[in-house]
């Protein structure tokens, strides 16, 4: 009996207890699929491509008892050196601003509205922004592809009406990739905006409006600030994805649109460039760090707010 | 007066919205029934569209390949990802919080063309160093998938688990309970309908997904969204408008039954406690 509990006591001592398993499996698995990768794309970046499977030079080696580590730098000095890299990666950045502002602009009012509504429409309503993000994502990229061609509806409309003479010129330029990051990446604004603005306290609008301020003196003083979290959270969702889009720009841009995402996705499928692809990667992530901080504390208060 | 001005802002501006959003949709469903090849000249009522689609064996074969992947990356990401909103949101502190919390929100926004690249990077010096996997295709896009995908469903749980009444579930332990027959016989059961939104997120995020499963995938194992991105980027057919009709529909279809399961579990709990929201 003795001997049986000491086994049983040694072997539980060795297994690991369920705390260390609850925890253990998304972190390793997170580990392993998510932050591992980097460090190789990292590493990948100070190769160079050969032409062999896979199509790079190896970084480390180990003969003759030496371990050699070969950095080789030319990736970036390439990148920096080419003015259309760098030229891609303004033109991402201000793409995405642009989009971002949009978004703001058309989803700020819409959240507005929709948290104002009645209750039983609340739901409908968040139905109805969630349902077009369920469907294909490529597929409502490829609605604007007929709306804004040269003999497009939109142009036929315009044309119908009037109020142009000649077909507008819009698919393949950047208005076309603007048009098409909004409608894609609208719900993403909107749902934090929405959860953000429906649970702040009514009473502070009333008590505002008690003490004689305007309604619209109210809101810049009042609503907008508090939302600031889901403005930050509804921004980040769409600015971070829309700077490495790669669909989007392929399908509505033109020859002119120079977005990173694109001209990774190219060095990496057309030319099997794996290193200076890893390095665009690279720099686009050192770029976008500051903004995915950003968006990571916002989750991370609003998860203590409701802890 | 003021009042009415601004209410009626923001509503009008939630109609445009609204308007924006489905126009779009609804002339793409409009123009699956077209007979004609052109797309923006309308040339009769006509289905044979669909026909074809249904003819189309490479893909109807993408469909049954990206149905089985979202079946199973979602499956997989419910798993971890409750495993990881659980802890995120009942250990309090612990040493990885930080670092499980960053790896949790960063996948939420990071550029599918990062992620792509970085997983095939680790798949080819996996194969390197043990060997495996020998072939890319329906295990990496699996594995890619469902690294994403967690991240999503921890969002979505956890924001449940936090507003669970702790007190059951420490009362199932003070009558007794392991930690461990209390996950599954109370906090399982009350957190189902987050796992079910989960699941369902995650089954959309990967059917969805083209640009992470392009960089993952091997010869011969193509999905869905790999067909229809190489048929569009040659111009726009009929074909694909007939399988966004039917995508829309299938969608709409989910999110109605949705909509009225809510409704009914929402008068459900209003009756008996009516001061609650």
């Keep these: 009996m003795m001997g049986q509990g000491g086994i049983l006591a040694r072997l539980r001592r060795w297994l690991p207890n369920g705390r260390v398993l609850v925890f253990g499996i998304p972190f390793i698995w997170l580990l392993l699929f998510f932050l591992l990768p980097f460090a190789l794309v990292l590493k990948i970046s100070f190769s160079s491509a050969v032409i062999s499977i896979p199509p790079y030079q190896p970084v480390f080696s180990y003969v003759n008892e030496t371990l050699s580590i070969v950095l080789n730098m030319g990736n970036y000095l390439f990148l920096a050196s080419d003015s259309l890299y760098v030229a891609a990666y303004i033109g991402s950045l201000q793409i995405a601003l642009i989009s971002t502002l949009l978004c703001l602009l058309l989803g700020y009012p819409m959240a507005y509205a929709m948290a104002r509504a009645p209750l039983h429409w609340q739901l409908v309503l968040l139905l109805l922004i969630m349902l077009p993000s369920w469907t294909s994502f490529l597929i409502r990229v490829y609605a604007w592809m007929g709306i804004l061609s040269n003999q497009g509806l939109l142009n036929n409309l315009l044309l119908w009406l009037g109020v142009i003479k000649e077909p507008l010129r819009l698919m393949n330029t950047n208005i076309a990739v603007v048009i098409g990051i909004v409608y894609a990446y609208l719900p993403f604004m909107i749902l934090p905006l929405y959860a953000n603005l429906v649970k702040m306290d009514p009473s502070l609008l009333e008590a505002a409006s008690d003490l004689g301020s305007r309604k619209v003196n109210t809101f810049w003083r009042i609503t907008l600030p508090l939302s600031r979290g889901g403005i930050i959270a509804g921004s980040m969702l769409v600015f971070i994805p829309a700077v490495g889009e790669f669909v989007i720009p392929e399908l509505l841009g033109g020859p002119n649109t120079l977005m990173i995402g694109k001209v990774l996705w190219e060095e990496f499928f057309n030319n099997r460039d794996w290193p200076v692809a890893s390095a665009l990667a690279v720099i686009m992530l050192a770029l976008l760090i500051v903004p995915i901080i950003l968006f990571h504390r916002s989750q991370a208060k609003e998860m203590e707010k409701n802890g | ?277």
């Excluded at chain 2, 089985?68 to 990885?96: D, E, K, N, P, Q």
């Excluded at chain 2, 079910?196 to 995938?217: E, K, Q």
């Design chain 2, 1 to 277: 007066m003021a009042r009415l001005r601004n209410v009626s802002f923001s509503t009008v501006m939630l109609v445009i919205g609204l308007l924006f959003l489905y126009i779009p949709m609804a002339i793409l469903m409009f123009y699956s029934f077209n007979s004609s090849r052109l797309v923006t000249v309308w040339a009769g009522f006509s289905t044979r569209w669909y026909v074809e689609l249904f003819r189309d064996q490479q893909l109807l074969s993408a469909v049954w390949m990206s149905l089985r992947i979202a079946f199973f990356s979602a499956t997989m990401a419910v798993c971890i990802g409750t495993l990881a909103a659980f802890v995120m949101t009942r250990f309090r502190r612990f040493r990885g919080r930080t670092m499980l919390s960053s790896m949790i929100t960063a996948p939420l926004v990071m550029p599918e063309v990062i992620t792509g690249l970085s997983l095939l990077l680790l798949f080819v010096h996996m194969a390197q160093i043990i060997g495996w996997p020998a072939d890319r295709g329906m295990v990496t896009i699996w594995i890619a998938h469902t690294t994403f995908c967690s991240a999503y469903v921890a969002v979505v749980v956890s924001s449940r688990l936090r507003e669970l009444d702790l007190s059951i579930e420490e009362a199932a332990m003070d009558l007794g309970a392991t930690p461990f027959k209390t996950f599954f016989l109370i906090t399982i059961p009350v957190i189902t309908p987050a796992l079910v939104a989960g699941w369902l997120l995650a089954f959309t995020l990967s059917l969805d997904d083209l640009v992470i499963a392009s960089f993952v995938s091997g010869p011969g194992a193509s999905t869905l969204p790999m067909v229809v991105f190489s048929s569009v980027r040659l111009g726009v057919s009929p074909k694909i408008n007939a399988l966004a009709t039917l995508i829309i529909l299938a969608v709409s279809l989910i999110a109605f039954i949705a909509w009225y399961l809510m409704r009914r579990a929402e008068e459900k709990r209003r009756r008996p406690l009516p001061d609650t929201e």
